[in-house]
C-alpha cells in the first residue's frame, strides 16, 4: 500500500513502550474523573495523561493505550467508538495496512493529524462488521490542542466531530 501521505513522515515514533505494538481504544464516557477511577483500579496504575475532557492511560501489562474521551450524552454503544494498534516504527503501518489490503479491506491514510492531545500519522480501516480500527504512530506524544484535521483531514474540533473518529471504512 504505501500510502505517498504517509512516506515521508517521521519514521519513528515519539512514545515508548515495551513491545513492537501495541493495542489501542478510544472510549467515550460521560463523566472523566469517573471513568478514571474505574481504569486507575482495573490496570493498577495512574493514567499517563490528563485533561478536563481526556485521560490516557499506557498499560504495560496488556500492552495497550486506552483513551477516554468526554462525550456527556455516552451511554452503552452497540459498538465501541473504535480499536487501533500503536506501532513504534512507520513501517509497521505499512506492512499492516497491504495485509489488509490484500485481504480486501482497503482503508484510508491520514497524516500528522491532532487527535488526543497528540500528532499521529495513521490508516483506518473496518473489519466486516463495521469496527473501525486505526493503525497509527505518534510523531509528537503531547499538544496543547485535542482535535485538528492534518493535510489528509479537514479540521475538527472536539464539538464538531468526535476524535480519533474515522471519516472511512463505514
Not at 469517573?34 to 495512574?46: C, D, T, V
Request: net charge negative; proline share 9%; hydrophobic share 40%.
Amino acid at each position: 500500500m504505501g500510502s505517498p501521505v504517509l512516506a515521508s513522515m517521521q519514521p519513528e515514533s515519539a512514545v515508548s513502550f515495551p513491545t513492537p505494538t501495541r493495542i489501542h481504544m478510544a472510549l467515550g464516557v460521560a463523566d472523566v474523573p469517573r471513568a478514571i477511577g474505574f481504569y486507575r483500579s482495573l490496570f493498577g496504575q495512574e493514567p499517563t495523561k490528563v485533561r478536563d475532557d481526556y485521560a490516557k492511560f499506557e498499560v504495560f501489562d496488556p500492552p495497550v493505550s486506552l483513551s477516554l474521551s468526554l462525550t456527556p450524552d455516552a451511554t452503552a454503544p452497540a459498538l465501541p467508538q473504535h480499536f487501533g494498534v500503536q506501532v513504534q516504527h512507520r513501517a509497521a503501518i505499512d506492512e499492516i495496512a497491504d495485509r489488509l489490503a490484500d485481504a480486501g479491506f482497503a482503508g484510508r491514510a491520514e497524516g500528522q493529524v491532532t487527535c488526543c492531545y497528540a500528532i499521529s500519522d495513521k490508516v483506518w480501516a473496518a473489519d466486516p462488521d463495521g469496527h473501525q480500527w486505526e493503525v497509527y504512530i505518534v510523531t509528537q506524544a503531547d499538544t496543547p490542542i485535542h482535535s485538528a484535521g492534518g493535510p489528509a483531514r479537514s479540521t475538527t474540533t472536539v464539538d464538531e466531530a468526535p476524535c480519533c473518529a474515522p471519516t472511512c471504512c463505514k
